[in-house]
Every structure is written in C-alpha cells, then in structure tokens.
C-alpha cells in the first residue's frame, strides 16, 4: 500500500495543504518519512490523517463556484470500531460545508472494506448537503463494499452504482469530471 500515491495530475490546478479555506491548509507532507498506517500496511505520505486509524483521504478539487469537492480515499471504513464517520463529518465535511461546497464526490477505488455502525452521522449529513442543494456521490468503490454500505441502508444517503461504478475520471480535467459526476447525480434525483 506505500506505493498507492494519491491522484496528483490535478495538483496544478488545487491543492488543500494552499488552500486557506481547507481543513487540511498548511499540511506537510514527507516523500521519504512514512508515518501513516493502515493496520500493519504503511501508505504513502501524500495521504491527509482526519482522525481515523484505518482511513485516509486526500482533497484533490474543490470548487467554491459550484459547491463541488473530490475526495480520493484509502484504506479501510470502519465505523463499527473506530467511528470513521464521525471523524470525516465533523473535521472534515463540516468544515466544507460552512465554506459552500455541497456536492461530494468521494472516490473509493482504494477503499478496501466497509464496516457499518450507526447511520445518524450519514443522515445529517445527507440533510446539510441537500438543503443546501447538493448530495454525496460515491464514485468506482469496489462491489463488495457497495454491497456492505447497501447492506446497512446507507443507500439512502449516498448515490452509488450504475455509471458512478467504472467512471474514467483520471482522463478529464476536474471540471469535467464534477460536470459529468453531477449529470448522473441529477439524472437519478430527478
């Protein structure tokens, strides 16, 4: 897992470690120093800490215009034991939210497995991100941890499946992507 880097061919357009209005504003990162781990797995050190010990993200895009945000993540969710919602709610999502942006998009192609706790931290959130106008899209996470996610009726919340399962969005732009992502959101709200 050391060797699974976040996305960075986007970073000429935004970084969240430049941005004064990210929670992660003025985080450092080390190429060499590798302080974070999943379990007995380290990754790499591009990968931002929010709180939890088996779950780490990065902001790859944030657009105060439109309300959209990317967020790539990696490891392992696990709300049963470690409350990892609760952490990406309160130090993460909030945060954005009270700065406009309102339409998530979390990538979980290195999301490895999902454990289900309680789903009030989902429900508000859903809440907070619709009455502002926007929603919470899950882009290409494997099937076995939709099906954990669709299990614990987090399907609710979340926009998952269908075209949001094989998108190739390392090919487009960040706009595109966003632009795209929300075509489907919209088509399916409606």
Known sequence: MHAIEPYFNWRHLYTAETDPLSPFHGAEHSEFEFTHAVYDHVIHPQWDS???????????????ETGHVVIELIG???????????????DVVEP????????????????????A???DYYAEWF???M????WIALVNFHKHVREDLQAANLDQYLLMGGKLDALPWRTWG?????????RIVVKRLA
């Open 96 to 115: 954005m939210l009270a700065e406009g942006l309102h339409k998530f998009i979390l990538i979980g192609e290195n999301v490895l497995n999902f454990h």
């Open 174 to 182: 960040p706009d595109d992507f966003c632009a795209r992502v929300e």
């Open 117 to 119: 706790g309680e789903e």
């Open 76 to 90: 392992e969710w696990n709300d049963l034991l470690h409350n990892d919602i609760m952490y990406l709610k309160r």
């Open 127 to 129: 809440e907070e991100t």
């Open 131 to 134: 009455d502002a106008g926007g």
């Open 50 to 64: 929010f709180g939890s010990s088996t779950l780490y993200l990065k902001v790859l895009f944030a657009d105060y």
